[in-house]
Structures are given as C-alpha cells and as structure tokens.
C-alpha cells in the first residue's frame, strides 16, 4: 500500500514542475521543448511528473492559469486618482516592452499563434481577452463615475484600444530592438489618446 502524500506535497511538486518548464520554455519555446526535457530539468522521473499533468500541453495551461488572475498593473492607494493609476500601469508595461524578448511573452504568443486551428487553445485566448477588457474597462469607469473621466467614447471601446496597443507593441518587441522600436514616444501616444478619449479633468493632469 502506497504511502499517503499530503496535499502540501502535491502543490510543492506540481510547482516545481511548473517553475522548471517554465525554464524549459523560456529556453526553447513551446513547440521546439518536450515533456523529457522538463523532465530532466524538473528531476524527477517522467512517470512522476505524468502523475501530475497528462502532458506538455497541460502543463504550459497550467501556467497560463497561473498567470490569469494576476493582473497587478494597477496599484490604488488612499488619496490616489485614477489618471494617476493609469499612468503608473502604463509606465510599467512600458519597462515589460523594453524587456519582451526576456520575458516569458514570446512563449506565450507563440502558443497562441496557432489558436485558429486549435479550439481549446481559442477559448483560453479569448477568456484571457476577456479578462484584460474587464479590469481595463472597470478601471476606466471608476475614473468616470468619481468624475475624473468624461470619456467620449464607450469605455470598453477605449479599454479595447489599450489592449491592442499594448498587444501590437509586444508583438513588434519580440521583433525589434526598443530603439528601433521607439517605445518610449509610442507610450506616449497612447498617452496623448488616452487624455483626449477619456477628457481628463484639468487638475488630474498636473
């Protein structure tokens, strides 16, 4: 009779799995990596970590549910406006386009590159969409009904923008160095459109 594992254990090694394919991913991309070569960075035995996941797919959607929900862009603090919030969370993807190529992004376009032909991979494309649209969207309505916003536009149409600026620019970064880029007068586009879009009272822009 095999000895019972505690539930502290299991998430202990299905994190280290996680965190070693992870690696394996950032090194090779998604559809160069296999499961032996996560396998061999994990240490662990292959039927070990068949245990946890049925395969390299599973594994890299498990990733990418760990990454759904984590969307800290925005950081409130008393006294804080909105524009304020915006800003500082423009100002950090700003620092996440300029270090695309080392991230963890390029895997996750390439996975998703081929969502058209893969109805699984699709809808997580999609739910993840979603979930920027929701946080963006709800963001920019705070701005509005505290007054700060007079948008011109529907909010979600504006937080739609936003996300394919952002997801252009990211494509474009695993492409092109940042200075051939010129990221940093892109943000301040979106910047500019985002004042005029949103109508921004006076005194939030000082």
């Known amino acids: 009779m095999s000895p019972k594992v505690s539930q502290k254990y299991k998430d202990e090694k299905r994190k280290e799995i996680i965190e070693a394919?992870?690696?394996v991913f950032r090194q090779k991309g998604y559809d160069l990596a296999s499961v032996d070569e996560i396998v061999e960075e994990v240490k662990m035995s292959k039927g070990g970590?068949?245990?946890y996941f049925s395969g390299k797919e599973a594994i890299f959607e498990a990733i990418l549910a760990e990454r759904a929900g984590n969307f800290d862009l925005?950081?409130?603090k008393e006294?804080?406006?909105?524009?304020?919030?915006i800003k500082g969370a423009l100002s950090q993807i700003?620092?996440?386009l300029k270090e695309t190529r080392e991230s963890f992004m390029p895997v996750v376009f390439e996975y998703f590159m081929r969502s058209y032909r893969d109805t699984a991979r699709e809808k997580a494309l999609r739910m993840q969409y979603e979930e920027g649209l929701q946080v963006w969207n709800a963001v920019i309505e705070r701005g509005t009904?505290?007054?700060e916003f007079r948008?011109?536009?529907p909010t979600k149409s504006i937080a739609?923008?936003?996300i394919s600026f952002v997801d252009g620019m990211t494509c474009d970064a695993m492409q092109m160095d940042s200075d051939q880029l010129d990221i940093d007068s892109q943000m301040e586009a979106i910047i500019f459109y985002l004042r005029n879009a949103l109508q921004i009272k006076e005194e939030e822009l000082t």
């Open 49 to 51: 970590v068949y245990h």
């Open 151 to 153: 948008p011109l536009l």
């Open 79 to 85: 006294g804080m406006s909105v524009w304020t919030v």
């Open 160 to 162: 739609r923008t936003i």
């Open 21 to 23: 394919a992870k690696r």
């Open 94 to 96: 700003r620092v996440d």
């Open 145 to 147: 009904m505290e007054g």
């Open 74 to 76: 925005f950081e409130f």
